[in-house]
């Protein structure tokens, strides 16, 4: 199946799928299901078949409670939003009024080393002040790899 999802074809890899259950034993185990779908996303959208795709990560979100964006579905899923736009997407991402789509990105937020990241072993009564200014904090490691945001309000005692 994995490898007629590759090529993009979409007609074997739905016939694959349905004949699963009638030539197994009995039994098909959930991720095998679920792998089977997610291979039926993709070879839709090999295929061309972005609506069919779209309906079936449909059905996927709808049958899982959550799902990695690094696995076969979170891929699929990428390439399905990035095709369907923000009018069609299966995962209806929210977009705020006053931002605009064509703007470029540095427009809404500053760039890592400006926003003046806090060490991630400072005390944070140490730096309260900092809040005044800033509603969240990004806070760094010793490498200068973002480990983490603190936000203000969840600083209740300090």
Request: charged share 25%; aromatic share 6%; proline share 5%.
């Amino acid at each position: 199946m994995r490898a007629f999802a590759t090529i993009g074809d979409f007609d074997m890899v739905r016939r694959l799928k349905e004949r699963m259950w009638p030539d197994s034993v009995g039994s098909i185990s959930r991720s095998v299901k679920q792998e089977a779908d997610e291979l039926l996303m993709e070879a839709a959208i090999n295929n061309n078949q972005v609506d069919v795709a779209r309906r079936l990560l449909r059905r996927i979100v709808n049958g899982k409670e959550h799902f990695s964006w690094r696995s076969r579905v979170g891929l699929v899923a990428l390439k399905v939003e990035t095709l369907s736009g923000f009018t069609n997407s299966p995962l209806r991402p929210h977009v705020f009024p006053q931002i605009l789509l064509n703007d470029p990105v540095e427009k809404y937020m500053i760039p890592f080393r400006e926003s003046q990241p806090l060490g991630a072993d400072l005390i944070l009564e140490n730096v309260a002040m900092r809040f005044l200014k800033d509603s969240a904090v990004p806070l760094v490691n010793d490498w200068g790899s973002c480990v983490g945001i603190v936000h203000s309000r969840d600083c209740t005692k300090v």
